[in-house]
């Protein structure tokens, strides 16, 4: 089922593809970024305030002012208000 998610990468696709939110964005997201074998990358002023998200990547990269700001308060990660890298 794909429930709850915002973006996910196609099955199919290869591994090394690079996703991204650049240029400014600033977005309120609810769900579930995955792309598990391939990277996502925020950049170039993009954020994200107030959000309930869930990020799955191979790799994950911020640069050029750009932040996450996320609210675990509701939703699918109630009680997590924390960030965990898995490898």
Do not use: W
């Amino acid at each position: 089922t794909s429930a709850g998610f915002l973006f996910s990468q196609d099955p199919a696709a290869p591994a090394g593809n690079t996703n991204k939110f650049t240029g400014g964005a600033s977005m309120d997201l609810e769900g579930a970024l995955y792309f598990p074998s391939g990277a996502l990358e925020f950049t170039g002023g993009s954020s994200t305030a107030g959000s309930t998200l869930l990020v799955v990547a191979d790799t994950l990269t911020f640069s050029g002012n750009t932040y996450l700001s996320a609210s675990y308060s509701g939703g699918p990660l109630n009680g997590m208000g924390y960030a965990r890298m898995v490898e």
